[in-house]
């Protein structure tokens, strides 16, 4: 199991920037598609962005231009700069790690939680004036 640590929420105002870090430590977090996905009051996680280990990322269609995925295998960490923020953006952010090493296959069928194994505890962004 890789452990996970989201760091970067707070309280920004619509149009701001927030950049969330997430740390790793366990595993060889250089083989691993990162997540990130977001859970806000009274609503299901749904997903945000993946980043592949080798090249790639997709997002979901409210936040395409606006947030940017990111890694840096040799500090373990994934990033997510989020700009232009919306109030509907308010949520508990969390990172994932992919189930196994190595994925392959289409990032587009790598949105599901059900495919990431190890989770951060989750950040809080909310944005509001």
């Known amino acids: 199991q890789v452990q996970l640590v989201e760091t970067g929420g707070g309280l920004v105002q619509p149009g701001g920037s927030l950049r969330l870090s997430c740390a790793a430590s366990?595993?060889?977090?250089?083989?691993?598609?990162m997540g990130w996905f977001r859970q806000a009051p009274g609503k299901e996680r749904e997903f945000v962005a993946v980043?592949?280990?080798?090249?790639?990322?997709i997002y979901i269609d409210s936040v395409k231009g606006r947030f940017t995925i990111s890694r840096d295998n040799a500090k373990n960490t994934v990033y997510l700069r989020m700009d232009s923020l919306k109030p509907e953006d308010t949520a508990v952010y969390y990172c994932?790690?992919?189930?196994?090493?190595?994925?392959?296959?289409?990032?587009?069928?790598?949105?599901?939680?059900?495919?990431?194994?190890?989770w951060g505890q989750g950040t809080q962004v909310t944005v509001s004036s």
């Open positions: 994932a790690a992919d189930r196994w090493p190595y994925y392959t296959g289409n990032l587009n069928a790598r949105t599901s939680e059900a495919d990431f194994g190890s």
């Open positions: 980043i592949s280990w080798s090249v790639g990322s």
């Open positions: 366990g595993r060889t977090f250089s083989r691993y598609t």
